[in-house]
């Protein structure tokens, strides 16, 4: 990309979206194109069909999804898959019809089987069965991936696929049902301190081992892979470390300052047993993190104080 080509950002309010936008912006690219859900609609192919052939944006970051923690995946299976798939779709259509150079799509790693070996490679993609709680997004995903995989094989695009591990950090969604498993803590955590609770409840026993990745490292890695890498398969982003959904709500509840008891309800699901990333790929291409988790949850709970729409979200 040279710092004046026509970049657009999909999802630039969402976690992930405004981190690439952030990096870019950092960077010193100046022709980015941004729309809100209101200027346009995603789902409807006739909105971003328009949308591609009157702006011609040269690269595409596709960070827009509908997304949520266990209970909303569980509970919402036909609109994660219905919405995620039109979405991803439209975009990478209309980006192939309208001549677009690159295009980069951002997945997740629940696209990996629930019991494949660990640390996960990419090659390890449609080996197994997936996480039933989350399959609907997971399948919404895959397809996405395989399109951009089709399109390059069929029709010689440059499309790339990157799928972070688990994400946190700035903008993220702290609703208390359809958040992830490090945001939902922050704001239980915080609402237990705040209210003088002796205990909080966590879901499962604790034991699941999880690995995450601040969201404005994955942000210099989508630019940089824009920049630097090329193929079908795609590109793991993580940290290749791991803690116990355990240690993590220790460590939330330390950076937090709560002192009560945590308790386990282990009539509630834990999800997949392990989920770590194999990042050999990233590494080699010349990437690497940078945010340490306790330093990374010190900067999420700033932005959680600092986030006037945290209760509605």
């Known amino acids: 990309m040279n710092k004046d080509s026509k970049i657009y950002v999909a999802g630039h309010r969402g976690m992930v979206g405004s981190a690439i936008l952030r990096q870019l912006n950092k960077q010193g690219y100046t022709n980015i194109i941004i729309r809100t ?4 609609d995603l789902t409807r192919q006739e909105e971003v069909e328009k949308f591609f052939e009157e702006e011609k944006p040269e690269y595409v970051f596709l960070a827009a999804a509908k997304v949520g923690g266990i209970i909303a995946n569980n509970n919402h299976l036909a609109d994660f898959m219905y919405e995620n798939m039109i979405l991803e779709m439209n975009v990478i259509n209309a980006a192939w019809k309208n001549g677009c150079k690159k295009l980069e799509f951002l997945g997740s790693s629940c ?15 449609l080996t197994g069965s997936l996480e039933e709680t989350n399959e609907a997004y997971a399948l919404a995903k895959i397809s996405g991936l395989k399109y951009c995989e089709y399109l390059n094989r069929q029709y010689g695009t440059d499309y790339i696929s990157v799928m972070p591990t688990n994400l946190y950090g700035p903008n993220d969604n702290y609703h208390p049902e359809h958040s992830h498993v490090l945001p939902a803590l922050i704001r239980r955590f915080h609402e237990a301190k705040e209210n003088n609770l002796e205990s909080v409840t966590c879901w499962g026993d604790g034991s699941p081992l999880r690995e995450f990745l601040y969201v404005d490292d994955l942000a210099e890695l989508c630019v940089f892979l824009m920049n630097n890498y090329s193929g079908n398969e795609t590109v793991n982003a993580g940290t290749g470390k791991e803690l116990t959904i355990k240690q ?5 509840a330390e950076v937090i300052g709560y002192k009560g ?18 990042v ?8 690497t993190y940078k945010t340490e988790l306790k330093d990374g949850i010190k900067l999420a709970y700033e932005d959680f104080l600092n986030n006037p729409m945290r209760a509605e979200r």
């Not at 859900?37 to 346009?40: F, I, K, V």
């Not at 008891?261 to 194999?278: A, F, H, M, Q, V």
């Not at 050999?280 to 990437?287: F, I």
């Open 37 to 40: 859900h209101s200027e346009l």
């Open 111 to 125: 696209i990996y089987p629930k019991l494949a070996p660990q640390p996960l490679k990419e090659e390890y993609l």
């Open 248 to 252: 993590l709500t220790e460590l939330v």
């Open 261 to 278: 008891e945590i308790k386990w309800d282990t009539s509630k699901p834990n999800g997949t047993p392990r989920k770590l990333l194999d």
């Open 280 to 287: 050999s790929k990233a590494t080699s291409l010349g990437w």
